[in-house]
Each structure stands twice: as structure tokens, then as C-alpha cells.
């Protein structure tokens, strides 16, 4: 079998090893509703303080019960560390660090490079990498990729590399990570393909696959844009 037999087949079992860098309100959810769903998620962040509190089953987060957390925690399905070595045994990561506004109003994606760079020096054959931070289209064909190349593996035969953009709604009641329907957009159909079928095993919703990852920036983009006007 390829690689995305081999990953299909993975995600199926719930044998995939699922890694978040970035414990905040995107990323905590998001890791407590991989592991919910079955799969062994190591949460990854710089604050030493954020990973005790997950690895105590301590939630600091609206959006998570705590007693799914300390649930979770308790049956070793979700470990948190500031150790980015570890990420050379996940299969599937996403990347949900913040991307706040500069002195110029410019995004500033040193956070995003800074992560990139970590999954690059642990890049392996058959990895899926996703970005979920708010930031500019064009930012993960022309910033991620090649950080990601530069391991001298190649995106679309050795890894996958796809965005789905963050859509938290903090504090709602009714609507959470699960409820709201996930768009991806891959680098290329294979990418596409394997990483909305691991959206799809997570959150109890639909997927929506769009063309290419700048397609599912934009989408984020005219969100944000919404929001902001409303």
C-alpha cells in the first residue's frame, strides 16, 4: 500500500498519533476533540504552565468540560509537553498558534514560522501537516511549504500539507469545535483527500473541501471580515 492507503487505513483504526501545537482556545479544544474521538493527541506549547495544567487534567479553557479533560488525561489519551522533538511520532499536526496584529497592523507570523521550522526538523515520510492559524492567503504555499521542503522531503510525495482555518466562537453555548463545519483546503487532491478524512473521523460535522489551501484562506479571511461587520 502508499502512503495514503496507509493513512486512510490508519485513520479508520484510530491509529493515527495526533499532535496541536498551540494549547490556546483553538488548539485545547481541538486536541480534547481528537483525543474524544478516539486518537492519542500530544498537545504541544511553549508555556510550561499550559502544559501542566492539561497534563494535572486542570482545563483553563471555556470551550473544554473539565471533566473531559481530566477524563481524557486520566486514560492517556491526551499528554501535553513544551518538548517539539516530540513531534516525530505524530502522524497528523496542526498548527494553532497565535498570529496577532503588529505596531503596523501587519499580521505578525513569527509564531507560525516558529512552529513550522520545529514540525520541519521532525518532518517524516507520510506526515500530515496542517495550518489552522488567521493569516494572509498565500501563506501556506509560499511560507510553509518550502520551511517544510527545506528537510528534503517533498510536499505531495513524501507529506501532506493542507489549511483549515481556525472557526472557534468562543464561549458560545450552543455551537463548539465539533458543531462547527471544518473547510480544507489541500496542497493538492491527495492532501485534500487524507486530511479531510481526519477532520471528518474527529468532528461530528461535515467537511468541506476546497481547491487549494489559498481558497481556504480566503474563506477565513471574508469570515473574519463578516464577523468584524457584524
Known sequence: MDHRD????????????AGVIGLGYVGLPLAVETAKAG?????????????DSVNQGRNYIVDVADSDLKTLVGKGMIAATTDLSEIENVDFVTICVPTPLDAH????ISHVEAAVKSVADHLHKGMMVVLESTTY???????????LESSGLKCGCDFYLGYSPERADPANAIYKTRDIPKVVGGCGAEA?????????AVLDNKVFRVSSPVVAEMVKMLENSYRNVN
Open 192 to 200: 485534500g483527500e487524507l486530511i479531510s478524512a481526519m477532520y471528518g
Open 105 to 108: 497592523k501587519r499580521p505578525d
Open 39 to 51: 486518537f492519542r493527541t500530544i498537545g504541544f506549547d511553549v508555556k510550561k504552565e499550559k502544559v
Open 137 to 147: 492567503p498565500g501563506t501556506t504555499e509560499e511560507l510553509v511549504k518550502p520551511i
Open 6 to 17: 496507509i493513512l486512510l487505513k490508519k485513520i479508520a483504526d484510530r491509529d493515527i498519533v
